[in-house]
């Protein structure tokens, strides 16, 4: 299970790149953080993307859609990320992306990469 941090540089191509490979996915989302406590989203969705607005401004986000077709039924937003990370599972079947903010706010996305 390796881990990766994203460098802040390289957000700008990583974000379009990860969501061109995972578009249409199946994905749970869990968010946690500094009055929101801990939320598990037990239904799942399909990934429509994950968006850098501003980047490096002073008001810089990742806004995560979920839903279907395009149809976001689930908006996420992470303001002023500070942090983003790549857990890939075993045999590369799960991965987990994690976006971290400079507030304490945390966003988890845990995809089957490979379904069954």
Known sequence: MATRKIEREKWVA???EFTRHHAGKTVTLSFFGPGSGSHDDTHTHHLID?????????NE???IR????AKAIVTRTVNLPVQ???KAG???V???LEV???HGQVILLHFRVRED
């Not at 979920?66 to 077709?69: P, V």
Request: aromatic residues 10%; glycine residues 10%.
């Open 14 to 16: 990583f974000f379009p």
């Open 50 to 58: 994950i968006i850098l607005e501003h980047p490096g401004g002073d």
């Open 61 to 63: 986000q990742v806004t």
């Open 66 to 69: 979920l839903g279907a077709e």
């Open 84 to 86: 983003v990370w790549l």
């Open 90 to 92: 075993e045999d590369d």
């Open 94 to 96: 799960d991965e987990t």
């Open 100 to 102: 971290r903010s400079e």
